[in-house]
Structure formats: structure tokens, C-alpha cells
């Protein structure tokens, strides 16, 4: 077995704010994910990356960036944090792009 | 994008054995069934996922349609612990990454 960990739990930021969440995983799995759920909505794909180094773009990566500085880790930047703004982000790994995905608890950010 | 149909709501009491429908009429020859559950405050739970054979594991067994274009997750003897949003998901549509959630069915169970 393996833990995923986020860390912030909880965010608060500034409208205009450069905002970094970060993600562990030690299941050693190549494929980190990064997902954005809105309050009763299902999730969408920011950025994954399939292995150290590696970023390939989702849905919704405009306003991110992303880092998977070794293996065990991928951080999300978001790059001007939007007034109001509230939302759950998820970090999944994997071992690879085809395989089950395993969630972390997630990060909530409100934007004030 | 959702490819799958699910009840919004599904009400149980514990001790129960659960039956969670989910229909994919389209479901393509290369997709998994995937179900996750989440509960607020938590990230998705990945309960078990099959191609073509019913599958079980600790927490479900798979029940999936010889056609394949539905499939029933059902909950032994479900306790509290079990109330959660239920997702279907049909994972790898076309080689992608991403995982598709919809609606979900929302388990209650009641002591």
C-alpha cells in the first residue's frame, strides 16, 4: 500500500496571488495527476505528468502551472489566484497512464 | 463528456446488501468500468474496476452484463462507513488520462 499527501489542507489567498499546492505520493508510481473539483461537480484534468520531468496539459491548465520535480512529488501553481474563487484540488497517482488512479484528500483554496 | 447513467440517490439501511446500477450503452471495446466513492472532505476511493468478468474484492463485487453495457457494483452487509457518492466511470476512453466523473448515486444508509 501507499499514501498520497497534499499539503496545504486548507488555502487561503489573495485575489492576484501566486498560490503552490504540493503533492507525495510513496506508492513509487511514474503517473501523478492533478484534478480541480467544483462544489457538487465532477473533476477536471489541470496537468499529469507520466514520469520525472515529464508535463503534459488537461482540460483546464490555463492559469496553472506545474512542476514534477522527482518522482515522488508534483506541484500545482495556480498563477493568479480569481476573486472568489473555491475549489477542491485533487492530486491522483498511478503506476501508469492506463492504470487505477489513487487520490490524495485534496487541498481546498478560497480565494477572498 | 459523461458517458455513463447512474440514479442520483440510492437509500439503505445497515446490514443490507446494495446493488448500485450504472449503464454504458456505448461503452467501447478498450474501457474499463472503474467505481470510486467519495465522501465530503475526502478525495475519491477507488472501490474495484473490471473489463469483462465480474470481479470481488474486499469491499465490492462486480457484476458486469455480458453485453457489457451495464454493470451493477453491489455492497455486502453495507455499514455506516459505506454512505458515500458513488461513482461509475468508464477509465482510458481512447488512450486518455483523465478520469471522467458525473453525477454519481449518493448512498444513504440509515441505522
Known amino acids: 500500500g501507499g499514501i498520497i499527501t497534499q499539503t496545504p489542507k486548507f488555502l487561503i489567498g489573495q485575489e492576484g496571488q501566486k498560490l503552490t499546492l504540493k503533492c507525495q505520493q510513496n506508492?513509487?508510481?511514474?503517473?501523478m495527476y492533478w484534478y480541480r473539483q467544483d462544489s457538487g461537480k465532477g473533476l477536471r484534468l489541470i496537468y499529469y505528468?507520466?514520469?520525472?520531468?515529464?508535463?503534459q496539459k488537461g482540460d483546464l491548465s490555463e492559469g496553472y502551472d506545474a512542476s514534477r520535480e522527482k518522482k515522488s512529488s508534483f506541484s500545482l501553481t495556480v498563477t493568479s489566484a480569481q476573486k472568489n474563487e473555491m475549489a477542491v484540488f485533487l492530486c491522483a497517482s498511478s503506476t501508469g497512464v492506463q492504470d487505477t488512479q489513487y487520490f490524495g484528500p485534496g487541498t481546498r483554496l478560497l480565494v477572498l | 463528456d459523461a458517458k455513463t447513467t447512474q440514479p442520483d440517490s440510492m437509500e439503505s439501511t445497515e446490514g443490507e446488501t446494495v446493488h448500485l446500477p450504472c449503464s454504458h450503452a456505448?461503452?467501447?471495446?478498450?474501457?474499463?468500468i472503474y467505481w470510486y466513492r467519495q465522501v465530503p472532505l475526502q478525495g475519491p476511493e477507488y472501490v474495484t474496476h473490471?473489463?469483462?468478468q465480474n470481479t470481488t474484492n474486499s469491499m465490492a463485487f462486480l457484476a458486469i452484463a455480458s453485453d457489457r453495457k451495464s454493470s451493477t457494483l453491489i455492497l455486502p452487509h453495507v455499514s455506516l462507513r459505506d454512505a458515500a457518492v458513488y461513482h461509475c466511470i468508464l477509465s482510458h476512453q481512447g488512450g486518455s488520462a483523465k478520469l471522467i466523473f458525473g453525477e454519481g448515486t449518493k448512498l444513504t444508509v440509515s441505522s
Open positions: 506508492f513509487n508510481h511514474d503517473t
Open positions: 473490471g473489463l469483462q
Open positions: 456505448t461503452i467501447s471495446g478498450n474501457e474499463y
Open positions: 505528468s507520466i514520469t520525472e520531468n515529464d508535463l
